[in-house]
């Protein structure tokens, strides 16, 4: 399927599927996307819960020591440019927290398209430009060690094959939308994602569909309302009740 590079309203880059007339992230920000539905509402939200050793309001990087004692897992469905673990990887900093970070994708993003996102720019993360690469680098199916903070196991699967059970405190689902690819936003995904988050955890999209709403309640999540990104009315935040 054709792909190129695009820039979206916030000034930071994604890849759109003209056949699809659907793009990886947001066309009205694919930066302020991701920190309002994955760290927002998802990590900051978390971290509120579990008292994080740093202030999550904090904009700031605290670089004196630390003792981590705290671990966050956290499974990305759709890791594709791999935007979401990049600024979970620098929040990881701020936060005084351990990320161990899952990313499942079925169709990897290929170098040469790595390579043309502005991602480190717009961040104000120059420094760490080369994580940003060594992260899509790294063989699959292993967990590596990206900083003191972070690590990552990427996993070149299909969502229907995630057979985890308990094993994440959160879950950014971020698969393509229910109108291209219905399949990922069933009772029976949705079920898989219950299963392997642990109780009390919670998981977050940028969908906010009364049919993806229903299907996640039926397999036992609390779901929520949330006021969208830019462009986007609500979205949903569904929690694993114990």
């Known amino acids: 399927m054709e792909r190129e590079i695009v820039i979206t309203a916030d000034g930071s880059s ?8 659907e793009q990886y992230h947001s066309k009205h920000g694919a930066i302020q ?12 939200h978390f971290c509120n819960r579990i008292n994080c050793p740093h202030d999550v309001s904090s904009s700031a990087v605290d670089k004196s020591p630390k003792t981590l004692n705290q671990t966050i897992s956290i499974l990305e469905i759709g ?13 990881s900093e701020k936060l005084g927290v351990h990320i161990d970070y899952v990313g499942i994708e079925g169709f990897p993003v290929l170098m040469d398209e ?11 993360a120059e420094s760490n ?22 690590s990552l196991t ?34 029976t995904i949705f079920k ?9 955890g919670a998981l977050v999209t940028y969908a906010a569909k009364g049919s993806v709403r229903r299907a996640m309640q039926a397999v036992g ?21 114990p």
């Not at 996307?33 to 900051?44: D, P, Q, R, S």
């Not at 430009?129 to 972070?150: D, R």
């Open 129 to 150: 430009e080369a994580l940003f690469k060594t992260m899509h680098e790294l063989p699959w199916e292993e967990k590596h060690p990206v900083s003191q903070t972070f």
């Open 79 to 91: 890791f594709g440019t791999g935007l979401n673990a990049f600024i979970t990887l620098l929040e």
């Open 192 to 200: 898989k994602m219950y299963d392997a988050i642990k109780e009390n």
């Open 154 to 187: 990427k996993q070149n699967r299909f969502f229907s094959e995630i057979a985890d059970k308990a094993l994440y405190n959160l879950i950014y689902f971020d698969a393509f939308g229910a109108r291209v690819q219905p399949e990922l936003w069933t009772e």
């Open 114 to 124: 790595i390579v043309q996102l502005n991602y480190p720019t717009q961040l104000k």
């Open 33 to 44: 996307e991701a920190y309002h539905v994955f760290i927002k509402h998802g990590l900051y």
């Open 221 to 241: 999540f609390k779901v929520e309302k949330l006021p969208g990104p830019p462009g986007k009315r609500e979205m949903l935040r569904a929690t694993k009740r």
């Open 14 to 21: 994604t890849i759109h599927l003209p056949e699809w007339d």
